[in-house]
């Protein structure tokens, strides 16, 4: 088993993956606002090569990459672990962030001969952060690690949220650090449990020693818990919406696209790694219920909303939701064919197609706002006519999110549909197509508006800058391109887990 | 009842009480204050392990005492965090609490500019 081999060839990049974006934030308190951004520019590209060799490292490897730390082996030490699940998450993470970095050099720059302000240094610093704790959280393999990596990248999203300051802002902020709080303490009560009762934290340890008792229950019910209150999932969603809505758009776009899959990523390494296997039918169908109603009440809602970011928020309540129809497919699926399965591609097809469109879509309504002085859904009549690109970027996310050929969305939902039927569970389907069906309501809703008549004079816009509608276009691109690839790289997602499935079919 | 015993049951009832006060109460700073209670439940119970998984002739596991104090040093900066977030909230509006909506929040802000 994995955790009893050293490190593996190029296992310095995992190191170098989480201590780099620490690095910077370090550098960045010692040399101030104006350096900042320097070395978040400098260090964006260094982390996206990173991201890919390790990523290329797995693909040529076929095996997870390990790096065993200070050469101590588990259970007295501690691994930090990549397999394919990882990769894709580095990967995608280090586009995302890039993207949301280039996007905010124009509002969070620091002009020559200008006085400082705070607002900068916070937000490449917090950038930054959110950055190397994502990494902490996708490459660790070990409980405590996960739970310092959780808290990581929560004091780093919180503030995030507030950086403009205003009173909603800061009410919003805190909202959403007192359910993380509830979260991190219950994940923690989880953890105490389960050395108590195995001694190990080592995910691949522990995965050996679990049996399914009563505290193996209930530490992995709280830790869930806590989970699902930091994912947003319905019915713990309700600091999302401010939060995401009232963060500046690069932040959003982070927010949105990555912070909360952190969470969700520990659910499914706590029930496919940790407990491989025991994740009883009902309680995959619980999840899988929630994640409906999630899909359900978060793309209603989304309808009804009068400001484009908060709709966009609630779409991402909605988005959320589907990810959860995974476990119930998963643990349905014929044991032999859970990694190779539509649904297990489905689902991580879904996590990155919906990273790409929702920051796309919170980029460019950051610039529909900024150009129009506020993003009041009604009163943004014909801005589809001065901002095309940046309307078009919200169109194709947009498409990507209801599921309509040819985009990433479409391939998620269309792979997440037949996992549904093949596994005789067709409830889900239903909400699938419903869930579809509303998010082409509020897409087109919007649509209709700002290509529609306009409902103001447009020469009195503010002017955004080309460069920053392209690169909201990019990250459209990317999810629609997402569609287009062969599902040759999804057989990335079974590297590693080879294990889980030899626990699964005992 | 031998001595972790009892400490174990203390540490849940301290994990219930929090638990309670962070469910219960509106004030963000009650909530605060609970989450500290049910953080100070889970830590006795890290201490509860380390005594129950004692090796022979030691006063207990190493591993669960080196837990709780990073447990310890991560909630004392989420309790800080919270209460910056809070002091900075009660300057902007003058309450220290999230009762009055988003939505009363946006119509003052209206009403004002």
Redo the contacts between chains.
């Keep these: 088993m994995s955790s009893f081999e050293g490190t593996t060839a190029s296992g310095f990049l995992l190191v170098l993956a989480i201590v780099a974006p620490f690095i910077g934030v370090l550098l960045s308190l010692a040399l101030g606002g104006r350096a900042s951004e320097r070395i978040a520019l400098l260090l964006m590209p260094m982390g996206l090569g990173i991201a890919v060799a390790i990523a290329s490292g797995v693909w040529r490897a076929g095996a997870a990459l390990l790096y065993v730390l200070g050469g101590w082996k588990t259970p007295l030490g501690v691994v930090l672990r990549a397999d394919g699940l990882s990769a894709v998450m580095l990967v995608t993470t280090a586009i995302v962030i890039c993207a949301a970095g280039l996007f905010a050099r124009a509002e969070f720059q620091v002009p020559r001969g200008a006085p400082e302000r705070r607002a900068p240094l916070m937000f490449w610093t917090l950038l930054l952060a959110v950055w190397g704790a994502l990494n902490l959280v996708f490459l660790s393999s070990d409980l ?1 690690n996960f ?2 990596a959780l ?1 990581l990248l ?2 780093a999203a ?2 995030l949220v ?1 950086l403009s ?4 802002t ?6 959403y ?2 359910f993380a ?2 979260g ?2 219950f994940y ?2 989880g ?3 389960l ?2 009762a195995y ?1 190990v ?1 080592d995910v691949g340890l522990l995965s050996s020693r679990i049996r399914p008792d009563p505290v193996a229950w209930v530490a992995l019910s709280l830790m869930t818990t806590g989970l699902l209150a930091k994912t947003a999932l319905f019915p713990l969603h309700l600091w999302l919406p ?1 939060a995401h809505a009232g963060a500046p758009p690069a932040a959003s776009a982070v927010l949105s696209a990555l912070v909360v899959k952190g969470a969700f990523f520990l659910i499914v390494r706590l029930w496919f790694d940790v407990m491989p296997g025991l994740l009883p039918q009902q309680a995959a169908q619980l999840l899988g219920a929630l994640g409906a109603a999630a899909v359900l009440f978060g793309s209603v809602v989304a309808l009804r909303q009068a400001r484009l970011k908060l709709l966009i928020a609630y779409s991402t309540v909605a988005q959320i939701g589907y990810l959860f129809f995974v476990f119930p497919l998963v643990i349905g699926t014929d044991v032999a064919h859970a990694w190779n399965g539509a649904a297990w591609t489905g689902g991580w097809m879904q996590l990155v197609s919906h990273a790409f469109a929702k920051a796309a879509m919170f980029l460019a309504a950051g610039l529909i706002a900024e150009a129009a002085g506020h993003d009041r859904i009604a009163e943004l009549g014909g801005i589809g006519r001065a901002l095309p690109i940046s309307v078009l970027a919200f169109a194709l996310g947009g498409l990507s999110l209801m599921g309509v050929p040819p985009s990433g969305g479409f391939v998620a939902k269309w792979l997440l549909l037949t996992a549904a039927v093949e596994a005789g569970q067709w409830w889900w389907a239903l909400v699938m197509l419903a869930g579809g069906l509303l998010a082409g309501a509020y897409v087109f809703r919007v649509l209709g508006q700002l290509w529609g008549d306009a409902s103001g004079p447009l020469a009195s816009l503010t002017k955004v800058s080309i460069r920053r509608e392209a690169i909201a276009l990019a990250l459209a691109l990317g999810a629609v391109s997402l569609g287009f690839v062969s599902l040759e790289p999804a057989k990335l997602l079974q590297i590693g887990r080879a294990h889980a499935a030899e626990i699964v079919l005992r | 009842m031998n001595g972790a015993a009892l400490f174990g049951v203390t540490a849940a009832a301290l994990v219930g009480l929090g638990l309670y006060g962070l469910i219960v109460h509106p004030q963000p700073l009650r909530k605060i204050l609970a989450f500290n209670v049910l953080g100070s439940g889970v830590f006795l119970i890290f201490g509860v392990v380390a005594r129950r998984g004692a090796g022979a002739g030691m006063g207990g596991d190493p591993v669960p005492q080196a837990l709780v104090i990073t447990g310890i040093v991560v909630a004392f900066s989420a309790t800080a965090l919270a209460v910056a977030l809070l002091l900075r909230l009660f300057e902007e509006t003058g309450r220290a609490s999230l009762r009055s909506d988003v939505s009363n929040a946006n119509d003052e802000a209206g009403g004002n500019s």
């Design positions: 405590f739970y310092v808290e929560t004091f919180v503030p507030c300051g205003r009173a909603e800061l009410a919003a902020a805190l909202r650090m007192l709080l509830l991190s303490v923690l009560l953890v105490a449990l050395y108590g001694g934290l401010p």
